[in-house]
């Protein structure tokens, strides 16, 4: 199984394709599955990389505290590891947040940077409805109940009645690959703690912020402060799409991001 051991830590990841590297990062509780919409897409044009966090999928997951910026250096503990100078990183939700400090701590690393359906954390984001947040911070015990309560605030109620198929699929791999309750709280502790506000316009990369509108999770309205505060980053919106845009609308997603990542001009 495909393991790169980064201080004390085995990282699990994913990879197809040749060529530029690309690191996709999930949310709070996904694994590398999150992404399986982008990486045959990317795979044509990158060497596209998907990984587990620290506490999620296959990565090691230590009950002790965890931190952004410790979760951030396993991105580049994990290129180091695979040879890898320099990589595009693309980051969702809680992997934004791993994405943007990233993108601070490791700036030689990065080429450029898709955030998406993330913010720059702290107390003057928008904060989560307070019925999704209901979800997030309170379990049932029954994952399976659990993830399609996650679910259906994560996506548009379309796509859930029209896509019944890609939730029980998210559900099986998810119940077949599950995370402590433990290492969830981990997760959720460190995602809380994040704020880079005052940093954020320090990253020198070219960016990309890409948001659903009618995002459930994290309002849309923090795209546009996130595109406020970095200078000449570039913000894509997706009408009738949630949280989870890039498998809602997967086919748009790849070809902006995969335009951005090429230096071309994002269209859609």
């Known amino acids: 199984m495909p393991h790169v051991r980064v201080d004390d830590l085995q990282l699990f990841y994913v990879?197809?394709?040749?060529?530029?590297?690309?690191v996709f990062i999930p949310g709070l509780g996904g694994d590398h599955?999150?992404?399986?919409?982008?990486?045959?897409?990317?795979?044509?044009?990158?060497?596209?990389?998907?990984?587990?966090?620290?506490?999620?999928?296959?990565?090691?997951?230590?009950?002790l505290p965890y931190t952004i910026e410790e979760m951030a250096d396993d991105v580049a503990g994990l290129l180091e590891?695979?040879?890898?100078e320099r990589a595009h990183v693309v980051g969702a939700s809680m992997g934004g947040f791993i994405a943007q400090m990233f993108a601070l701590r490791h700036p030689h690393r990065l080429g450029r940077l898709i955030l998406c359906c993330t913010s720059f954390g702290g107390p003057n984001v928008v904060p989560m409805p307070p019925e999704s947040l209901a979800v997030f911070t309170q379990r049932t015990g029954d994952p399976a109940t659990d993830l399609r309560r996650l679910w259906a605030?994560?996506?548009?109620e379309r796509f859930l009645r029209e896509h019944p198929e890609v939730l029980e699929e998210y559900v099986a791999w998810r119940v077949a690959h599950p995370q402590?309750?433990?290492?969830?709280?981990?997760?959720?502790?460190a995602a809380l703690a994040f704020n880079v506000e005052s940093r954020i316009h320090e990253i020198q990369a070219p960016v990309l912020i890409a948001h659903g509108m009618?995002?459930?999770?994290?309002?849309?309205?923090?795209?546009?402060?996130?595109?406020?505060?970095?200078?000449?980053?570039?913000?894509?919106?997706?009408?009738?799409?949630?949280?989870?845009?890039?498998?809602?609308?997967?086919?748009?997603?790849?070809?902006?991001?995969?335009?951005?990542?090429?230096?071309?001009?994002?269209?859609?």
């Open 15 to 22: 990879e197809q394709g040749r060529g530029e590297a690309v």
């Open 214 to 268: 009618e995002d459930r999770v994290v309002p849309v309205e923090n795209a546009r402060r996130l595109h406020a505060r970095i200078p000449g980053s570039r913000l894509v919106l997706f009408p009738e799409a949630g949280h989870l845009f890039f498998i809602e609308r997967a086919e748009e997603f790849n070809r902006v991001a995969i335009a951005f990542l090429k230096g071309e001009e994002p269209s859609g």
């Open 81 to 84: 590891g695979l040879g890898i």
């Open 33 to 63: 599955h999150l992404w399986h919409h982008q990486l045959p897409a990317f795979a044509q044009h990158f060497r596209a990389i998907a990984l587990d966090p620290r506490g999620a999928g296959q990565s090691d997951k230590p009950d």
């Open 153 to 156: 605030v994560s996506v548009t």
């Open 180 to 189: 402590p309750l433990y290492a969830y709280q981990r997760q959720l502790a």
